[in-house]
């Protein structure tokens, strides 16, 4: 490796993008296209990114596998940035395995730590905690462990862990200034920000606050029967019952338990769960029916009885029943949810993450368009969406230093 190279992988070892970049900003020879491209990537044009590693790794072809291994990853890196997220793992695990046969280490465990944030981006929580359990964070640098301790946040705060999350954050946030790269600092900033930002709000016998992760934590725990719209689920401790794909029962449950302990009467309950302005002996009898299909489903929970005027939730051996919803419910919130890290995504992307159809998310799209909450740009596959003020956390790219030759 010559010199003007291994200066500029240090400078982008240690943060120095314009340093890198300015030593290698005529190379066209294949580590100088690779290290062009990482640097391209921290400075935001990722399409110039992509198209120099593409360059570089046809560059190195076959007769160099290690090198173009790298750059596949930071290509997918890349992708991963951009929330191309379908068959983005593919790539992540051919390029490790190439790595790993050749002794890359550091790289290698990047791969793996890349394939766990896109578990993670996805939902796969137990492959995103597998991916990660390989990886052993210390024995690289501390750069590397902010992303390592990032994602083992963002695990313990989807499992609503707060306490697992303080300590991955905390662990980061060391790590972060040992390695003395600001992009790190803000990145883990951001995802305390959130931490300490309500998560859900409570309905508990007419009253209604917000609720932070460690409230939350603690509120599971209890003997309390919780109707948990944010995951339409019922639960009491490790007893669940889920409603996810019965949103009538869902609205039925939620309409109770926000009463109780009294009851709801089959008028309120009528508009509640079918919109009905005006109930007939048809509503009634759906009324009927659902109710009989909630007593079915929520059995080992609590049980549902019919009083004069309407229906009352009766739960089983617990001290109070309470509502946890999202911190601001609205149509197509899961869609938004996303959209808020501030990245650009594709409607397969979005698809994908929520684990619904492209065509549902197309739908929730142009109705978030018309209402001016979100705006795309590009056309056909190329099609990206965002929402106009980019709140949230943006994701700093995190590739190790190239060492295209090393």
């Known amino acids: 490796m010559d010199s003007l190279i291994t200066a500029a992988a240090q400078a982008l070892a240690a943060g120095d993008t314009l340093g890198a970049l300015n030593r290698v900003a005529l190379r066209d020879d294949p580590p100088g296209l690779a290290l062009r491209g990482i640097a391209m990537a921290r400075m935001g044009d990722l399409e110039r990114a992509r198209t120099l590693l593409k360059r570089a790794a046809r560059a190195f072809g076959s007769k160099e596998p290690v090198a173009r291994a790298r750059c596949i990853v930071a290509e997918a890196e890349i992708a991963l940035v951009s929330r191309e997220l379908v068959g983005s793992i593919e790539t992540f695990d051919k390029a490790r395995a190439t790595l790993d046969r050749h002794g890359d280490r550091l790289n290698a465990a990047h791969a793996r730590y890349l394939a766990a944030r896109y578990f993670l981006l996805i939902g796969k929580l137990d492959e995103a905690g597998r991916t990660l359990a390989s990886v052993e964070a210390n024995r690289y640098p501390p750069a590397f462990s902010v992303g390592i301790e990032l994602v083992k946040a963002g695990i313990a705060m989807r499992r609503i862990r707060a306490r697992e999350a303080r300590a991955a954050l905390e662990r980061a946030e060391h790590a972060a200034r040992r390695a003395a790269i600001p992009a790190l600092t803000t990145e883990v900033e951001d995802l305390s920000s959130q931490l300490n930002a309500p998560a859900a709000r409570l309905v508990a016998n007419g009253w209604v606050r917000l609720l932070l992760l460690d409230d939350i934590e603690h509120l599971l725990a209890s003997e309390n029967l919780i109707i948990d719209s944010c995951r339409q689920v019922v639960r009491r401790r490790d007893q669940i019952v889920s409603l996810r794909s019965r949103p009538v029962l869902s609205a039925l449950v939620r309409a109770l338990a926000e009463a109780w302990p009294g009851d709801v009467p089959r ?90 159809s492209q065509r549902t998310v197309q739908r929730a799209l142009e109705d978030l368009a018309g209402a001016q909450k979100v705006q795309s740009f590009g056309h056909g596959r190329a099609r990206r969406w965002l929402m106009p003020a980019a709140p949230g956390f943006p994701t700093s790219l995190l590739l190790p230093a190239p060492l295209p030759n090393g």
């Open 267 to 356: 008028a309120a309950l009528l508009a509640h769960a079918f919109g009905a302005r005006h109930a007939d002996d048809s509503h009634r009898a759906r009324l009927r029916v659902e109710i009989g299909r909630l007593r079915d489903v929520v059995r080992p929970l609590a049980g549902v009885r019919a009083t004069a005027e309407g229906f009352r939730l009766e739960p089983h051996d617990t001290s109070d029943v309470v509502v946890l919803t999202p911190p601001v419910e609205e149509k197509h919130a899961d869609v938004l949810a996303l959209l808020a890290d501030g990245e650009t995504w594709s409607s397969s992307a979005l698809a994908l993450a929520l684990g619904t």
